[in-house]
Structure formats: C-alpha cells, structure tokens
C-alpha cells in the first residue's frame, strides 16, 4: 500500500511564509508527479501546483510569483514553500501524488491534509 503524509501546516500572519512537506512511502514502482490541491471552508477543492518526474512545474495563477514547488527524488518527497501568504491562501492543503503501482498502472493517492490558516 502506499501512504502520502503531508506536515508542515499551521498558522501564520499576513506576509508569512509556511513550508509544507508531502512524504510518500509503501510500495510503489514510480512517481509520475507530485502536488498540491487545497480546500477552503465553504468552496471546492482546487488545483495549486504540480511537478513531474521531468521537473515541469504548473502553478494556478493566484499563486505564481509566491509558491515553489520542489522535489526530493531520493525521498519520495515534495515541498511547497509558500511565501507571501495571505488570508484567501487559508485552507487544507491535500498532497496528491501520481505512482506507479504495478507497471504501467499509474494512479492518484492522496494525502489526509494539512490545515493553513493566514490570520493576523
């Protein structure tokens, strides 16, 4: 089985910076790519960003210029760091992240969330 684990989450005033972590373990063959949705209270889940095995990157444009996505390959891991924050990037922030389970078979696994909360 695989598991996503996402940290890093928490509170932080307006201008802040948060890093947040994305760890997948279990057994897997690959990972296609890796990334982040989020959730606001009363609105649907929403893209942020994502990053391929080949190292392209896509980020939803509310949040270009301020998020970074990053990638440990030999951790299984991805970072978003997110800097310049404010109030409408308060959500649950879900790391998804695209494995190779059995050749060729690639599906989504998600993370529990993590909660960001920009408020002064």
């Known amino acids: 089985q695989v598991q996503i684990v996402e940290s890093g989450g928490g509170l932080v005033q307006p201008g802040g910076s948060l890093r947040l972590s994305c760890e997948a373990s279990?057994?897997?063959?690959?990972?296609?790519?890796m990334g982040w949705y989020r959730q606001a209270p009363g609105k649907r889940r929403e893209f942020v960003t994502t990053?391929?095995?080949?190292?392209?990157?896509n980020y939803t444009d509310s949040v270009k210029g301020r998020f970074t996505i990053s990638r440990d390959n030999t951790k299984n891991t991805a970072y978003l760091q997110m800097n310049s924050l404010t109030p409408e990037d308060t959500a649950v922030y879900y790391c998804?992240?695209?494995?190779?389970?059995?050749?060729?078979?690639?599906?989504?696994?998600w993370g529990q969330g993590t909660q960001v909360t920009v408020s002064s």
């Open positions: 998804v992240a695209v494995i190779e389970t059995t050749p060729f078979d690639y599906e989504n696994h």
């Open positions: 990053l391929t095995r080949s190292g392209m990157t």
């Open positions: 279990g057994r897997m063959i690959s990972i296609l790519s």
